[in-house]
């Protein structure tokens, strides 16, 4: 059995004994040990704590990582992404830094309809490989777990498609993933006027064969005024919740649309996106266990006001942090940047960005007993830092790479 001791840890962040989900104040405080050393076993974490309680260090241990000066950080956990998809969008943001907006580009048959036309095109393994060098590139800065969307497929066989590249991913890949079909994504163009006729062939055709083969973990739905109302939204959660897929959805990202509302009364996993909220929307987040997801590289990629995180912390609601990697609206899957984001524009701390992207994000896909903090027992998913003078600095200097090298599951990747 191989042990690796990784020993002479300046700061070993995110050490906790709990693997609750934060909310308000609690997402401030960052457990941390200074000087430490940590055990791997197998992948497994088995032991942690300060240099000078070790005895004998070299005789005990096959392999010894030096960690001089480097801070230790757990993974980061991407709880929402669109990871498969089958070409780049940059023409539509050519169209938009020329003044279209979003929703104008969506009405013009771009947007998501695009991306459906293409994925469409795409043969599975196709797809596979350009998603799994996606998953490598954003393994290599610091992401552990990802939670994977279909949405871009929106016929059944587009939609079962994704979902089966998504499996083949989970079944190849170290990283922990959880899949979720978001058939309701937008309406294809053959139902523009037909929504019930779009929403029973979800209901119908596509969750029978997903719940048969187990296709996916979560169900999602674009709540946006253009795209699902609340009451489709809630009739296909509805459908979806009956198979077991907890929802985990799309809100008030262009729109007070009544999503979070939603959200709250299903007892959705997460209400994601959050960049368009109220009062009554913060509220009933912060009395209700649904976690709030904040995305700010779609918000800054759409020109959008970020997230009201400050209100939604200072109101008590549990928030996670999330990329949204999509070739729309966060062409972007790089967890370090959507921290530094937090931190500069949504006024979050150091810590509570921590928090918000690893504990939280792995609560945000029922991963917390495996993943998102570093605990006895725990996968061995870890970020080392490059030499850097606090913790601080990893989002103060937002555009230099602070990620030395990555672990998932023991194994340096
Ligand atoms: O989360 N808002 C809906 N869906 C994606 C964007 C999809 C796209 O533009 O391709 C999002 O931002
Ligand atoms: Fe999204």
């Not at 499996?167 to 890949?173: D, H, N, R, T, V």
Request: some cysteine.
């Amino acid at each position: 059995m191989a042990t690796l001791l990784i020993s002479n840890i300046k700061s070993l962040v995110n050490t906790r004994e709990e693997n609750k989900c934060l909310r308000g104040k609690e997402l401030a405080v960052l457990p941390s040990i200074e000087n430490a050393y940590l055990i791997v076993e197998d992948g497994i974490i088995t032991g942690l704590g300060r240099m000078e309680d070790i005895l004998h260090p070299k005789k005990k241990f096959r392999t010894i990582i030096d960690a001089g000066n480097q801070l230790v950080l757990p993974a980061w956990c991407d709880s929402h992404t669109h990871l498969v998809f089958a070409a780049s969008r940059e023409e539509e943001f050519i169209d938009k830094i020329r003044g279209l907006s979003y929703a104008e580009i969506a009405a013009r048959g771009g947007g998501i309809l695009n991306s459906a036309a293409k994925l469409n095109a795409a043969t599975e393994n196709q797809l596979f490989n350009a998603t799994w060098k996606r998953l490598e590139e954003v393994s290599r800065t610091g992401t552990g777990s990802i939670e994977i969307k279909s949405g871009y497929g929106l016929t059944v066989e587009g939609e079962l498609k994704m979902l089966r590249v998504i499996k083949k991913l989970k079944e190849k890949s170290s990283l922990s993933i959880k899949a979720t079909f978001l058939g309701a994504h937008t309406y294809p163009p053959e139902f523009r006027d037909n929504h019930e006729g779009y929403i029973n062939l979800i209901i119908g055709e596509m969750l029978p064969v997903i719940a048969a083969e187990k296709l996916a973990d979560y169900i999602d739905v674009f709540c946006e005024t253009g795209f699902f109302s609340p009451e489709e939204t809630e009739t296909i959660c509805r459908a979806g919740m009956k198979l077991g897929l907890k929802p985990k959805i799309h809100a008030n990202q262009l729109n007070l649309s009544g999503g979070t509302q939603t959200g709250v009364k299903l007892g959705a996993l997460s209400v994601d996106h959050l960049e368009t909220m109220d009062e009554e929307a913060i509220r009933l987040l912060a009395g209700s266990s649904t976690i709030g997801t904040l995305l700010p590289t779609a918000a800054f990629f759409l020109r959008m006001p970020f997230q009201p995180a400050r209100s939604l912390i200072d109101a008590g609601c549990a928030i996670a942090l999330a990329t949204d990697y999509n070739p729309g609206s966060s062409p972007s899957g790089n967890m370090n940047l959507a921290a530094a984001m937090s931190c500069i524009q949504m006024k979050m701390l150091p810590e509570e960005v921590i928090n918000a992207g690893t504990l939280n994000g792995a609560c945000a896909m029922e991963l917390q007993n495996e993943t998102g903090s570093i605990r006895i027992g725990k996968k061995a998913d870890l970020i080392f830092t490059k030499p850097v003078p606090s913790l601080a600095y990893l989002f103060y200097a937002f555009g230099s790479n602070h990620v030395d090298k990555v672990m998932i599951n023991g194994e340096l990747i």
